[in-house]
């Protein structure tokens, strides 16, 4: 069974600060993604990694594909309220078309 | 486009009642999947319908879950009788049949059965 382990599952941090978080599995992924989740609303994609050791960014959000396609990482600079939200990561299981999600890291970020 | 719409977006029943949630894709999505998201389990898939067919539903908790789509445009779950323990918030989600596609989510049904 593919696996997605997140972590941390929550973090609390002060505006300005910077984070890391983490999607892990023992398994290998033809890709991942990561959604940002919103209270009262469904997932949001914000970015799809294919190639081990890609790294793409999106403004203050820098995410990285591991060179084993195992693992990723959301790097977010100088985080803002506007960031706070469940960031999950998920990538399609081997056999099929099914989309596996990890558990989620809850953000919060205080003013 | 206006995106994958649920309704209702609360639903508050009573033990036994009946309930059935709905969903429209995204128009030219030809996948689309019924997640279940708890605090304590996280988003769950339930079951995922390619080209209208079912084809996995082994995310299905019990008998009382089942899933239809009678068509390209709308998917129904209903459970029947409902339980406190089926209290969560279900979404619905569309993609294009391609493995890296990303999934288009709706904003939820928020189930509590009392």
């Known amino acids: 069974t593919q696996l997605l382990e997140q972590s941390p599952q929550f973090l609390s941090i002060q505006e300005g600060e910077n984070l890391t978080v983490y999607c892990n599995s023992s398994s290998v992924f033809s890709s991942l993604q990561w959604y940002r989740q919103e209270p009262g609303e469904g997932p949001v994609l914000l970015v799809t990694v294919v190639t081990g050791g890609e790294v793409k960014k999106l403004k203050r959000l820098t995410f990285q594909f591991g060179d084993a396609r195992k693992d990723s990482s959301l790097h977010i600079t100088a985080a803002q309220p506007g960031d706070t939200g469940l960031y999950l990561c998920?990538?399609?299981?081997?056999?099929?078309?099914?989309?596996?999600f990890g558990a989620g890291t809850r953000l919060f970020v205080k003013a | 486009d206006a995106g994958v719409i649920q309704s209702p977006r609360h639903e508050v029943t009573e033990m036994g009642q009946e309930v059935t949630l709905r969903c429209k894709p995204i128009s030219g999505h030809n996948s689309l999947f019924w997640y279940r998201q708890t605090m304590m389990r996280g988003l769950e898939l339930l079951i995922y319908?390619?080209?209208?067919?079912?084809?996995?539903d082994s995310g299905m908790p019990e008998d009382r879950f089942s899933a239809k789509m009678p068509n390209a445009s709308f998917s129904t779950l209903k459970i029947q009788p409902s339980e406190p323990r089926d209290s969560a918030v279900y979404f619905c989600?569309?993609?294009?049949?391609?493995?890296?596609?990303?999934?288009?989510f709706g904003n939820g049904t928020r189930l509590t059965v009392t």
């Open positions: 998920a990538g399609p299981n081997t056999g099929g078309f099914k989309t596996i």
């Open positions: 319908f390619n080209n209208n067919v079912p084809i996995d």
């Open positions: 989600a569309s993609s294009s049949r391609d493995r890296n596609s990303p999934l288009h």
